[in-house]
């Protein structure tokens, strides 16, 4: 009788959620479960490689096709919100990108895309309505030292600075007013093939792909370069983008998303003990995009034509 009281009582605390050693996590069964992303979706786009989500869940979708010729010239879709592209309803707008292959929007929903081949800068677009843009102006590489080349990730930080990967220089550039097209300044050199850049707090993250390493570097409270504090090895990073306390990182030559810890960083010689998944797409797998409005991921597929949608 009193084993069954016992159990009777056991039952009813592990009922109402008072028994809490092994409680479940409001996403799973375990810590690890924010990296646990599955497929939901395939979306087909011709030559996807730069995606991006804004606030409100506006959706651009860029084409590269450079491909095919140097400096060619592809189809940038807008479309009003994730579902809507995944449902592949019309898009809202499109327009012609050069050589596009990285876009970000800032704070206010403007789009800036980085045109790598020929152009070699940042094309800002007003938003001018819902899920419809207006080309405002050119970022060009003037007025730093050995300006662009091969401009291409992008991150905003807390303040609205634009972060710039310059992939063709190894360098990190900062800009405090990039709508406006203000004065340019280059924070950090000799980074590399620094080709993606993701900013959350004071940490900014940025793969290096010829070191084969995504690094973790403390920004100053003005925006200036810190330090390396940490830093991350994988085959080829290219892409990265940061939500929900989740880094995620394409390898085209791998065809592998890495999503990570980004609070689990070491550094050199030390063994990343944080979480840890592996979404394999194929290879050529570039642009990635958090959804704000939910924990999905979008990811561009250029080999395929398509583009995968993964939810937590």
């Not at 920004?219 to 200036?224: F, H, R, S, T, V």
């Amino acid at each position: 009788m009193k084993n069954t009281t016992l159990t009777l009582a056991l039952l009813f605390l592990a009922a109402s959620g008072m028994l809490t050693a092994c409680k479940k996590d409001n996403k799973g069964d375990s810590a690890c479960a924010k990296v646990a992303y599955e497929q939901k979706a395939i979306i087909s786009y011709t030559h996807p490689c730069a995606v991006a989500i804004s606030k409100s869940g506006v959706v651009a979708v860029i084409e590269f096709n450079g491909f095919v010729t140097y400096g060619t010239y592809g189809t940038t879709s807008i479309y009003s919100s994730v579902d809507d592209f995944i449902t592949q309803k019309a898009p809202a707008q499109t327009f012609l990108s050069r050589g596009a292959e990285a876009a970000i929007f800032d704070a206010n929903e403007n789009l800036y895309i980085a045109e790598t081949e020929a152009t070699a800068g940042i094309r800002v677009f007003a938003k001018i309505g819902p899920a419809k843009y207006q080309f405002k102006t050119l970022i060009t590489g003037d007025g730093i030292t050995g300006g662009f080349s091969n401009p291409r990730g992008m991150a905003f930080d807390e303040a609205g600075r634009l972060f710039i990967a310059n992939d063709g220089k190894g360098n990190v550039v900062r800009i405090n007013d990039a709508y406006n097209n203000g004065a340019k300044q280059i924070i950090a050199g000799d980074f590399g093939e620094v080709k993606g850049v993701a900013i959350i707090g004071n940490n900014m993250f940025v793969t290096v792909y010829n070191k084969n390493q995504v690094w973790k570097i403390t920004l100053k409270p003005n925006g200036d370069y810190g330090e390396v504090v940490a830093s991350y090895d994988i085959d080829k990073p290219v892409d990265i983008a940061v939500k929900y306390g989740v880094l995620a990182v394409s390898s085209p030559n791998s065809g592998k998303v890495t999503l990570l810890d980004p609070d689990k960083f070491v550094k050199s010689g030390e063994t990343y003990s944080g979480c840890k998944s592996e979404l394999t797409v194929g290879s050529n797998v570039f642009g990635i995009a958090f959804n704000p409005l939910e924990n999905g991921l979008l990811v561009a597929h250029l080999d395929q034509n398509r583009v995968l949608y993964f939810k937590n």
